[in-house]
């Protein structure tokens, strides 16, 4: 009788071992087949050839897109060289008896330090702008104590 209560417990622990491992077989099953049709895209796709050949597709268009992604960020660099970059601005009482600091110089310029620099000098007569290209960080024209420091200050904004 022990012998026979013995195995019959020997063959329920041994028929719930195999019931769990096929409950987790049926799991991974699943699991798996779900990812399968998600690689053969649902049923669209028939075989692993068309798998990897539209995945080559795929994977050319986007290299391509990317080409492109890089001549454009090419393009926008060489156009940033040209463009206005660096700003310095002073603020100056021209006559010291007179007014605030109402006038300015202005210097703006590109990354390789050319570009402008505008002065607008305020009197009780009137307003003065006066602008100087700029070549290199430098001018063909005189310039001015405020329009120097502009110069610095905006060679120094980088």
């Known amino acids: 009788m022990d012998i026979i209560l013995i ?3 020997t063959l329920a622990v041994i028929a719930f071992v195999l019931a769990v491992i096929n409950a ?3 799991w991974y099953f699943h699991q798996t087949n779900k990812k399968i049709d998600r690689l053969l895209e649902k049923g669209k796709i028939k075989n692993f050839k068309d798998v990897f050949l539209s995945l080559k597709q795929k994977n050319e268009d986007l290299e ?5 992604a890089f001549l454009k960020i090419k393009d926008l660099e060489d156009t940033c060289q040209t463009t206005i970059r660096k700003i310095g601005m002073v603020r100056f009482n021209p006559f010291n008896d007179v007014g605030g600091n109402q006038s300015f110089a202005l210097a703006m310029m590109d990354n390789k330090n050319n570009g402008f620099v505008i002065s607008s000098f305020f009197t009780k007569e009137g307003n003065r702008v006066y602008a100087k290209t700029i070549k290199n960080g430098e001018s063909d024209h005189t ?8 110069i610095k200050r905006a060679i120094g904004s980088e």
Request: glycine residues 0%; hydrophobic residues 40%.
């Open 64 to 68: 391509e897109e990317i080409k492109k």
């Open 24 to 26: 987790f077989l049926l």
């Open 7 to 9: 195995s019959l417990i």
């Open 143 to 150: 310039l001015s104590e405020e329009e120097k420091e502009a």
